[in-house]
């Protein structure tokens, strides 16, 4: 949960994030990504003090916001969310980034990973909305902060 | 469900319209398996549409004209029995014996066997090229003959076409007369009575309706009897009409529609009664006097007549359906209602048509020069409808007769108007009124069917109450209903493509075209919501929309991120992400060379090889970051993109065509492959798949693609419209004995129009079933050029030829493109770990999540690196 709102709020406000703190690693440069069409990104977290690699799919909006959600499936299991489409969606009067999957057409919300359309799918057992991560574009770098207690 | 005890036995004898719906019905309601079913047919073929026996000439397939679903007859306790005709009833014993000399027992009999074609006394009626007009048999006979004439006229010295007459001009003889016509051969109607379609209009309407029947150029004789048939002396065919006012007439072939005789010699002959003018005689409940015998449709006489018409037949079905579970049913008496299905002559009769009713009234409109006859009758007071009829225009016809009994509100005169000119209130059907009569399905029922089990669209509501499905004419009136009920309900019939577009895939497309505009931005700000940024709906179909009215390369620019990810990088994904790629093979040509070029590259990259459905092959299992490399190899071999990932043109399929085969009357192949090159790449609401076979023989299955074409000794006949999938249908027939040259502008026409105003995701079938007017716009649109737009689609598809480039040459030699099959922005030179496959049958497939899981053995394909 508290994974969710960090992201939600790095999302609204990108450089809000302590871009020096200590987990932050960059990625690429922000010239890298085309607007609004995902590329995926293979970094590396420490889990229970073992390096893992964690593929991300990143995003850049036509307004130059990065968001980074997990680039598996949550249907499928496939590692292909960075190919699917990004969008906006009316809810509750905002116009929210999406992502949809270019399997089933789950359509995911950028900011928070919240499921907002399940095209009649059920996510596979483990899985729910995309995990998310906090983005700052430092420089014209693309930063993401690693959430060092994800399991 | 278990059964106790062993299943009664119903022995169904003809397998006719009714025959089907007592089956239909029984096997719906009778849930505990109660009875068993054996139906004998004496036609070869299953249970078909006889209303619709004219539509055979357009459709020529009788498979089309079966009724129902097939299903019922693979039912295990229903057996159909075809080309087998029963010869005798024993209802003493409870048997019937069939041609084969087979005894069969019986718990219930019911006899369906309908009516045949009345032959009148008049001499030569047995002359070669005499036709009666009944079943499918007899249609097909009557086109060979046809055929046969036209063949021989074109022989002789001179150039004549066929002559044809009908004898009968009620609703069958009017439906043959243009049957013939349709098929380019002249018609005369001879009709014994005063006026056309005697028994059901007035003299009036009659007067009408033969200004429109002379107006389709067809002759009409009344009050004439035929003397004799004379046969040519040349041919000994029929020759000659002689009438019986010393007149003749020359023909070269004769319908008889004088009517119907029961089918009641079977019944006769087992003693059962049978009534003054024929037909089997029974009570309300359709029970003969013998027990254990039921007789319904044509051959029952029931209230002391035998009815001509589907829609009784078929209450009587559902009265035997139910009195054999224990209902108590009754005939409620039958609606006589009828409407003449000729294309382009509107007449329809319902109810008291000639003001039988003591003290009735009668209003008569009629324009003359319209060709429009209208009458209401009334009762005395001018407000309880009685009946009606109407020749010319009948557009009030589907809502007016389901009111017969009822008070019409405002003053009657007001329903006879043309349309437009107002006053006709706007009618509410009382619950119980019948809308459509074939199937008997109240106003209420298909209201019910909005309000109660959520069907939002006509198709939906005719698949929940049948409404609809026989003889279509109650269909307008449905759609009213419908639309009324969606109303009432607040639901709004949207169009809009997704939330970001109000307007329909086809208003966009036009908007864009007239606008001119080119990219989404754009567009999303002018036409869509404002400050959105659309979704995978609206951005893909902006791709497309763009594709034809703003060609340029797939991955240009800002269209790139509107792509599915299968156009974004040009392959089709799978479920595990990886993707499959399939070059082109035009028309399921490939050289040898090719093949074994493709062999060589499926084989170092490791890909799962399959043939397609369309002529050509598919590689499985290649990662995004292979595709440019596989690519460079097969452009070097002279593939290029197959487009088999795209909304566009998939394959024109082919048979091989008269270069090899001997049947072969003009060279498919070559059809095939110019057709494939002309329209590869265009992009389109849904997929387009195309076939040619080389005759008739059809074996490339061309009617089940979007466009098939059949050749032909003169050209090529064009068919459009089909489709496999999970709704097959089979293309109709667009135009006939084109030569190629017309053939194509033809079908450029035809695919651009789809291209224009087709919905998202809409194939051509359901395209053609929502355009007003159907495939007779289609052809309006495409030969007539009834829109005038036909330079214009002609010059569009001419641009998109010339524009065409392969995307997949296109993409390799721009280093900006080949950046987005990178597979990681961050580590380009790694791949996904996650895709891993297992052998089967000698090649590869994904492993399972169990199978991952339990570490089962991963192949490693040649130049696949596994990681476990
Ligand atoms: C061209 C045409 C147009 C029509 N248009 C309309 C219309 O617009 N509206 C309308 O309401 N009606 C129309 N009709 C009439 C309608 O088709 C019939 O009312 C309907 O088919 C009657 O159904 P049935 O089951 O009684 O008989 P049928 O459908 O005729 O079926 C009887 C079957 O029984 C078989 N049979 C007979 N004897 C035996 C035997 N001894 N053993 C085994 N099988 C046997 C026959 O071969 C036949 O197949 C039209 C008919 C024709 C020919
Ligand atoms: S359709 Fe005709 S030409 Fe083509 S293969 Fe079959 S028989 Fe031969």
């Known amino acids: 949960m508290s994974t969710l709102s960090a992201a939600a709020e790095a999302a609204t406000d990108a450089t809000a994030v302590d871009a020096t703190a200590v987990g932050h690693q960059d990625v690429c440069l922000l010239t890298d990504l085309t607007p609004e069409r995902g590329a995926a990104a293979l970094l590396t977290e420490t889990v229970d003090g073992e390096p893992r690699r964690t593929q991300i799919a990143l995003v850049r909006t036509v307004g130059d916001l990065v968001l980074a959600v997990q680039h598996r499936d949550p249907v499928t299991g496939a590692n292909v969310m960075a190919r699917g489409l990004v969008g906006t969606r009316l809810v509750d009067g905002e116009e929210v980034p999406t992502l949809a999957s270019p399997l089933h057409k789950q359509v995911y919300d950028l900011r928070t990973g919240a499921c907002l359309d399940a095209a009649g799918k059920e996510p596979l057992p483990g899985e729910g909305g995309l995990r998310t991560w906090p983005v700052a574009v430092v420089d014209g770098v693309v930063r993401v902060l690693l959430d060092e207690s994800a399991s | ?868």
């Open chain 2, 1 to 868: 469900m278990p059964q106790d005890t062993e299943p009664r036995h119903l022995v169904v004898i003809g397998g006719g319209m009714t025959a089907h719906r007592l089956v239909e019905a029984l096997r719906a309601r009778d849930t505990a398996g109660s009875w068993r079913i054996s139906v004998y047919a004496d036609e070869p073929r299953r249970p078909y549409d006889r209303v619709a026996l004219t539509s055979y000439f357009s459709k020529r397939d009788p498979e089309e004209l079966s009724l129902g679903d097939d299903a019922l007859w693979h039912d295990e306790l229903v057996t159909l029995h075809t080309g087998t005709p029963v010869t005798a009833i024993d209802t003493a014993a409870r048997t019937v014996t069939d041609d084969l000399g087979r005894v069969t027992p019986y718990d219930e009999l019911v006899l369906a066997t309908g009516s045949s074609a009345a032959v009148p006394p008049i001499p030569g009626a047995d002359l070669p090229g005499v036709f009666v007009y009944r079943t499918i048999d007899d249609v097909a006979a009557l086109r060979g003959w046809v055929a046969e004439r036209e063949q021989a006229g074109r022989g002789a010295s001179y150039d004549r076409p066929v002559r044809g007459a009908v004898i009968g001009g009620g609703l069958l003889g009017l439906e043959a007369a243009g049957a013939l016509r349709a098929l380019g051969a002249q018609a005369t109607v001879i009709q014994f009575g005063s006026h056309l379609m005697n028994a059901q209009i007035d003299l009036g309407g009659g007067e009408a309706l033969k200004r429109l029947i002379n107006g389709m150029e067809v002759g009409v004789r009344v009050g004439t009897a035929t003397k004799a048939m004379v046969p040519s002396r040349r041919t000994g065919h029929v020759g000659r009409l002689d009438f019986t006012d010393g007149t003749r007439l020359d023909v070269d072939v004769v319908v008889l529609a004088t009517g119907i005789r029961p089918r009641d010699e079977l019944a006769r002959a087992a003693g059962l009664t049978v009534g003054e003018r024929g037909g089997v005689v029974v009570d309300d409940t359709c029970a003969t006097a013998v027990p254990h015998v039921w007789a319904i449709g044509e051959v029952a006489c029931i209230q002391g007549s035998c009815v001509g018409l589907v829609a009784p037949g078929y209450a009587m079905a559902e009265i035997v359906a139910d009195r054999l579970l224990g209902g108590a049913a009754t005939y409620p008496g039958a609606d006589t209602a009828t409407k003449l299905k000729l294309s382009g002559v509107d007449v329809a009769s319902f109810g008291d048509a000639f003001a039988r009713t003591e003290r009735s009234m009668e209003i008569v409109w009629a324009d003359p020069v319209a060709g429009v006859y209208k009458k209401l009758v009334m009762s005395d007071d001018a407000r309880t409808l009685l009946g009606g009829v109407f020749v010319g225009d009948a557009s009030a016809y589907a809502s007016l007769r389901p009111m017969v009994g009822a008070e019409l509100p405002g003053d009657p005169s007001a329903y006879l108007l043309p349309e437009g000119t107002g006053g006709a209130p706007d009618l509410e059907l009382p619950e119980s009124a019948t809308v459509c009569s074939c199937n008997n399905v109240s106003a209420g029922e298909v209201r019910a069917a909005v309000t109660e089990h959520a069907c939002t669209d006509i198709g939906a509501v005719k698949a929940c109450t049948k409404a609809g499905t026989s003889c279509g004419s109650c269909l307008p009136l449905v759609k009213k209903l419908v639309g009324t009920e969606l109303e009432r309900l607040g639901i709004s019939v949207s169009t809009a493509l997704c939330e970001h577009f109000a307007l329909s895939r086809a208003q966009l497309y036009d908007a864009v075209r007239l606008a001119g505009t080119r990219t989404f931005s754009e567009i999303v700000e002018r036409f869509g919501r404002t400050g959105s940024r659309g979704c995978d709906i609206c951005r893909p179909v902006v791709a497309s929309i763009l594709a034809t009215t703003a060609p340029a390369h797939v991955l240009e620019g800002e269209r790139a991120s509107l792509q599915d990810t299968n156009d974004h990088v040009m392959a089709n994904i799978q479920k595990d992400g990886s993707y499959s790629v399939v070059p082109r093979m035009a028309g399921g040509e490939v050289t040898p060379a090719g093949l074994i070029a493709i062999g060589e590259v499926a084989r170092d990259y490791g890909l799962y090889t399959k043939i397609t459905g369309g002529q050509r092959v598919d590689m499985f299992g290649a990662r995004m970051e292979q595709l440019p490399e596989i690519w460079a190899r097969l452009i070097e071999a002279g593939f290029e993109s197959g487009h088999a990932y795209g909304k566009s043109l998939r394959t024109v399929k082919s048979c091989v065509g008269s270069t090899w085969c001997r049947f072969g009357v003009q060279d498919s192949v070559a059809l095939a492959v110019l057709l494939e090159l002309r329209y590869r790449g265009l992009r389109s609401p849904h997929k387009i798949k195309l076939g040619v076979s080389g005759c008739a023989r059809e074996c490339a299955e061309a009617r089940g693609k979007d466009v098939g074409v059949i050749a032909t000794d003169n050209g090529w006949n064009v068919y459009v419209g089909g489709n496999g999938g999970f709704t097959p249908r089979h293309a109709q027939l667009l135009a006939e004995d084109l030569d190629t040259d017309t053939l194509i502008r033809v079908i450029d026409r035809f695919l651009l129009y789809y291209v224009r105003t087709a919905d998202r995701l809409q194939r051509t079938a359901p395209w053609m079933e929502d355009l007003e007017g159907g495939l007779e716009t289609v052809r309006a649109v495409v030969l007539e050029d009834s829109l005038g737009i036909a330079a214009d689609l002609d010059a569009e598809m001419d641009a998109h030829v010339a524009n065409y480039v392969d995307e997949w040459k296109a993409t390799l030699e721009d280093p900006e493109k080949l950046r987005k099959f990178a597979p990681f922005v961050n580590a380009p030179g790694e791949s996904d770990p996650d895709l891993q496959y297992v052998p089967v049958r000698g090649q590869i497939r994904p492993a399972t999540a169990e199978e991952r899981r339990a570490g089962a053995v991963l192949v490693a394909p040649a130049t696949l690196e596994v990681r476990s």
